[in-house]
Protein backbone atom coordinates (compact mmCIF):
# COMPACT_ATOMS: atom_id res chain seq x y z
CA UNK A 1 0.00 0.00 0.00
CA UNK A 2 2.65 2.39 0.99
CA UNK A 3 4.57 1.41 -2.73
CA UNK A 4 0.99 2.28 -4.59
CA UNK A 5 0.37 5.61 -2.85
CA UNK A 6 4.20 6.76 -3.20
CA UNK A 7 3.65 6.08 -7.50
CA UNK A 8 -0.09 8.51 -7.09
CA UNK A 9 2.07 10.92 -5.34
CA UNK A 10 4.94 11.12 -7.45
CA UNK A 11 2.26 10.79 -10.79
CA UNK A 12 0.04 14.00 -8.84
CA UNK A 13 3.52 16.14 -8.21
CA UNK A 14 4.17 15.23 -11.86
CA UNK A 15 0.99 16.23 -13.15
CA UNK A 16 1.01 19.29 -11.05
CA UNK A 17 4.61 20.55 -12.25
CA UNK A 18 3.96 19.18 -16.32
CA UNK A 19 0.66 21.73 -16.28
CA UNK A 20 2.53 24.74 -14.27
CA UNK A 21 0.29 24.78 -11.62
CA UNK A 22 1.85 27.08 -10.15
CA UNK A 23 2.44 29.73 -12.68
CA UNK A 24 0.40 32.84 -12.36
CA UNK A 25 -2.99 33.28 -13.75
CA UNK A 26 -5.07 36.19 -14.52
CA UNK A 27 -7.63 36.01 -11.39
CA UNK A 28 -5.97 36.93 -8.01
CA UNK A 29 -7.55 33.56 -6.56
CA UNK A 30 -7.43 29.98 -8.17
CA UNK A 31 -8.92 26.97 -6.60
CA UNK A 32 -8.23 23.65 -8.27
CA UNK A 33 -9.49 20.68 -7.37
CA UNK A 34 -8.02 17.21 -8.92
CA UNK A 35 -9.44 13.49 -7.49
CA UNK A 36 -8.53 10.14 -8.77
CA UNK A 37 -11.79 9.61 -9.41
CA UNK A 38 -13.04 12.72 -10.46
CA UNK A 39 -11.17 15.23 -12.67
CA UNK A 40 -11.44 17.65 -15.03
CA UNK A 41 -13.84 16.83 -18.53
CA UNK A 42 -10.21 17.98 -20.98
CA UNK A 43 -8.38 14.75 -19.19
CA UNK A 44 -11.15 12.43 -18.12
CA UNK A 45 -10.62 10.33 -21.04
CA UNK A 46 -6.92 9.92 -20.52
CA UNK A 47 -6.77 9.09 -17.03
CA UNK A 48 -9.69 6.24 -17.14
CA UNK A 49 -7.25 4.55 -20.21
CA UNK A 50 -4.24 4.60 -18.33
CA UNK A 51 -6.35 3.75 -15.00
CA UNK A 52 -8.61 1.39 -16.11
CA UNK A 53 -7.24 -2.08 -14.83
CA UNK A 54 -9.75 -4.69 -15.07
CA UNK A 55 -10.24 -7.41 -12.89
CA UNK A 56 -8.80 -11.26 -13.73
CA UNK A 57 -10.94 -13.97 -13.77
CA UNK A 58 -10.25 -17.08 -11.73
CA UNK A 59 -11.68 -19.25 -13.53
CA UNK A 60 -9.63 -18.44 -16.72
CA UNK A 61 -6.30 -18.02 -14.93
CA UNK A 62 -7.30 -22.14 -13.44
CA UNK A 63 -7.98 -22.95 -17.05
CA UNK A 64 -5.48 -21.46 -18.76
CA UNK A 65 -2.52 -22.92 -16.34
CA UNK A 66 -4.35 -26.59 -16.81
CA UNK A 67 -3.79 -25.93 -20.43
CA UNK A 68 -0.09 -24.72 -20.08
CA UNK A 69 1.81 -23.69 -16.63
CA UNK A 70 2.72 -20.30 -16.35
CA UNK A 71 0.00 -19.10 -19.02
CA UNK A 72 -2.47 -18.46 -16.11
CA UNK A 73 0.25 -16.67 -14.05
CA UNK A 74 0.87 -14.44 -17.76
CA UNK A 75 -2.69 -13.51 -17.91
CA UNK A 76 -2.15 -12.30 -14.36
CA UNK A 77 0.46 -10.60 -14.81
CA UNK A 78 3.21 -12.59 -13.08
CA UNK A 79 5.34 -12.63 -16.41
CA UNK A 80 8.68 -13.80 -14.49
CA UNK A 81 6.98 -16.76 -12.73
CA UNK A 82 5.22 -17.39 -15.89
CA UNK A 83 8.34 -18.06 -17.97
CA UNK A 84 10.26 -20.19 -15.36
CA UNK A 85 6.96 -22.68 -14.92
CA UNK A 86 6.80 -22.71 -18.78
CA UNK A 87 10.56 -23.82 -19.04
CA UNK A 88 9.91 -26.09 -16.45
CA UNK A 89 7.26 -27.91 -18.71
CA UNK A 90 9.38 -28.19 -21.76
CA UNK A 91 12.08 -29.38 -19.06
CA UNK A 92 9.05 -32.02 -17.88
CA UNK A 93 8.28 -33.19 -21.39
CA UNK A 94 11.78 -33.29 -22.88
CA UNK A 95 12.97 -35.71 -20.24
CA UNK A 96 10.13 -37.69 -20.48
CA UNK A 97 10.93 -38.27 -24.08
CA UNK A 98 14.20 -38.93 -24.04
CA UNK A 99 14.05 -41.74 -21.92
CA UNK A 100 10.80 -43.06 -23.28
CA UNK A 101 13.39 -42.86 -26.69
CA UNK A 102 16.14 -44.13 -25.10
CA UNK A 103 14.83 -47.22 -23.34
CA UNK A 104 13.25 -47.79 -27.00
CA UNK A 105 16.75 -47.74 -28.46
CA UNK A 106 18.39 -50.37 -25.79
CA UNK A 107 15.17 -51.99 -26.05
CA UNK A 108 16.47 -52.96 -29.86
CA UNK A 109 19.60 -53.49 -29.22
CA UNK A 110 18.99 -56.47 -26.44
CA UNK A 111 16.70 -58.00 -28.75
CA UNK A 112 18.73 -57.92 -31.66
CA UNK A 113 21.62 -59.15 -29.29
CA UNK A 114 19.43 -62.21 -28.34
CA UNK A 115 19.53 -63.23 -31.49
CA UNK A 116 22.60 -63.07 -32.13
CA UNK A 117 24.12 -64.66 -29.06
CA UNK A 118 21.17 -67.17 -28.02
CA UNK A 119 19.98 -67.93 -31.09
CA UNK A 120 16.48 -66.78 -30.15
CA UNK A 121 13.30 -65.99 -32.35
CA UNK A 122 11.96 -62.43 -30.91
CA UNK A 123 8.74 -62.14 -32.93
CA UNK A 124 5.65 -62.18 -30.76
CA UNK A 125 8.08 -62.25 -27.29
CA UNK A 126 6.69 -60.51 -24.39
CA UNK A 127 9.15 -58.82 -21.92
CA UNK A 128 8.44 -61.65 -19.56
CA UNK A 129 10.09 -63.73 -22.00
CA UNK A 130 13.27 -61.42 -21.94
CA UNK A 131 13.28 -61.48 -17.89
CA UNK A 132 13.61 -65.46 -18.00
CA UNK A 133 15.89 -65.24 -20.76
CA UNK A 134 18.44 -62.96 -18.42
CA UNK A 135 18.11 -65.08 -15.35
CA UNK A 136 18.90 -68.66 -17.14
CA UNK A 137 21.25 -70.00 -19.91
CA UNK A 138 18.96 -71.93 -21.68
CA UNK A 139 15.03 -72.83 -21.97
CA UNK A 140 15.77 -76.29 -20.50
CA UNK A 141 17.41 -74.77 -17.15
CA UNK A 142 14.57 -72.57 -16.67
CA UNK A 143 11.81 -75.46 -17.45
CA UNK A 144 13.50 -77.43 -15.01
CA UNK A 145 13.42 -74.88 -12.31
CA UNK A 146 9.29 -74.05 -13.09
CA UNK A 147 8.29 -77.53 -12.94
CA UNK A 148 10.53 -77.91 -9.55
CA UNK A 149 8.58 -74.90 -7.78
CA UNK A 150 5.27 -76.91 -9.26
CA UNK A 151 4.68 -73.50 -11.40
CA UNK A 152 3.63 -75.98 -13.80
CA UNK A 153 1.77 -72.96 -15.60
CA UNK A 154 4.99 -70.66 -16.61
CA UNK A 155 6.59 -73.86 -18.78
CA UNK A 156 7.46 -73.28 -22.16
CA UNK A 157 6.10 -76.31 -23.50
CA UNK A 158 6.53 -74.98 -27.46
CA UNK A 159 10.80 -75.49 -27.06
CA UNK A 160 11.23 -75.11 -30.27
CA UNK A 161 8.93 -71.74 -30.42
CA UNK A 162 10.68 -70.10 -27.57
CA UNK A 163 14.36 -71.78 -27.56
CA UNK A 164 17.12 -69.54 -26.30
CA UNK A 165 20.70 -71.47 -25.14
CA UNK A 166 23.35 -68.35 -24.40
CA UNK A 167 26.98 -68.74 -26.58
CA UNK A 168 28.29 -67.63 -22.62
CA UNK A 169 27.30 -66.74 -19.32
CA UNK A 170 29.10 -63.29 -20.44
CA UNK A 171 26.45 -62.66 -22.94
CA UNK A 172 24.02 -63.41 -20.82
CA UNK A 173 24.96 -61.11 -18.12
CA UNK A 174 25.26 -58.42 -20.53
CA UNK A 175 22.11 -59.30 -22.06
CA UNK A 176 20.38 -58.74 -18.39
CA UNK A 177 22.42 -55.30 -18.32
CA UNK A 178 20.97 -53.93 -21.36
CA UNK A 179 17.65 -55.21 -20.86
CA UNK A 180 17.55 -53.39 -16.73
CA UNK A 181 18.80 -50.22 -18.35
CA UNK A 182 16.21 -50.32 -20.75
CA UNK A 183 13.44 -50.98 -18.10
CA UNK A 184 14.82 -48.42 -15.96
CA UNK A 185 14.29 -45.55 -18.28
CA UNK A 186 10.65 -46.58 -19.29
CA UNK A 187 10.44 -46.47 -15.55
CA UNK A 188 11.46 -43.07 -14.79
CA UNK A 189 9.50 -41.67 -17.64
CA UNK A 190 6.96 -42.49 -15.28
CA UNK A 191 8.17 -39.89 -12.52
CA UNK A 192 8.22 -37.23 -15.33
CA UNK A 193 4.36 -37.88 -16.15
CA UNK A 194 3.62 -37.55 -12.53
CA UNK A 195 5.71 -34.01 -12.62
CA UNK A 196 3.76 -32.99 -15.75
CA UNK A 197 0.84 -33.25 -14.05
CA UNK A 198 1.36 -31.84 -10.39
CA UNK A 199 2.70 -28.75 -12.97
CA UNK A 200 -0.47 -28.60 -14.24
CA UNK A 201 -2.20 -28.68 -10.92
CA UNK A 202 0.40 -26.38 -8.76
CA UNK A 203 0.14 -24.03 -11.36
CA UNK A 204 -3.50 -23.83 -12.33
CA UNK A 205 -3.74 -23.34 -7.81
CA UNK A 206 -1.21 -20.63 -8.11
CA UNK A 207 -2.82 -18.78 -11.19
CA UNK A 208 -6.15 -18.83 -9.37
CA UNK A 209 -4.81 -17.63 -5.74
CA UNK A 210 -2.81 -15.06 -7.50
CA UNK A 211 -5.93 -13.97 -9.81
CA UNK A 212 -7.57 -13.19 -6.33
CA UNK A 213 -5.22 -11.24 -4.83
CA UNK A 214 -4.97 -9.19 -7.73
CA UNK A 215 -8.50 -8.40 -7.75
CA UNK A 216 -8.38 -8.07 -3.96
CA UNK A 217 -5.73 -5.46 -4.80
CA UNK A 218 -7.82 -3.42 -7.35
CA UNK A 219 -10.93 -3.41 -4.66
CA UNK A 220 -8.63 -2.31 -1.70
CA UNK A 221 -6.94 0.55 -4.00
CA UNK A 222 -10.30 1.98 -5.20
CA UNK A 223 -11.37 2.80 -2.02
CA UNK A 224 -8.63 5.04 -1.65
CA UNK A 225 -8.87 8.99 -3.23
CA UNK A 226 -6.69 11.51 -3.14
CA UNK A 227 -7.06 15.26 -3.55
CA UNK A 228 -5.84 18.32 -3.48
CA UNK A 229 -6.75 21.82 -3.44
CA UNK A 230 -4.31 24.95 -4.10
CA UNK A 231 -4.84 28.43 -4.52
CA UNK A 232 -2.43 31.63 -4.38
CA UNK A 233 -2.60 35.52 -3.95
CA UNK A 234 -0.23 38.26 -4.15
CA UNK A 235 0.50 37.71 -0.60
CA UNK A 236 0.69 33.44 -0.29
CA UNK A 237 0.89 30.25 -2.15
CA UNK A 238 -1.52 27.50 -0.56
CA UNK A 239 -1.46 24.02 -1.11
CA UNK A 240 -4.38 21.53 0.63
CA UNK A 241 -3.27 17.74 -0.06
CA UNK A 242 -6.03 14.71 1.41
CA UNK A 243 -6.20 11.29 1.77
CA UNK A 244 -9.13 9.67 2.07
CA UNK A 245 -10.38 5.97 2.54
CA UNK A 246 -13.92 4.53 1.79
CA UNK A 247 -15.53 1.67 3.70
Known amino acids: ?146 RLDREYELVYNDVSGYYWRWDSDVSRREFKDMRIKSDQYSNRSNYFITGIFLNHIISGINAAISAKRFNKSIKSASHWKLEYKFGHSYYSDNMELTLKYHF
Not at 22 to 35: G, M, T, V
Not at 45 to 58: F, G, H, L, N, T
Not at 84 to 104: C, Q, T
Open 1 to 146: MKRCFAIVLAFLLFFIFSNKIFSYEKNALNDFKFSLLSIGDNEKEAVEQSSDIKEKSVSKALFYSFILPGLGERYVGKNRLSKYLVISEVALWGSYIFHNVYSGWIEDDYRLFSTQHAGVNIDGKDKKYFVNMGNFFDIHKYNNKK
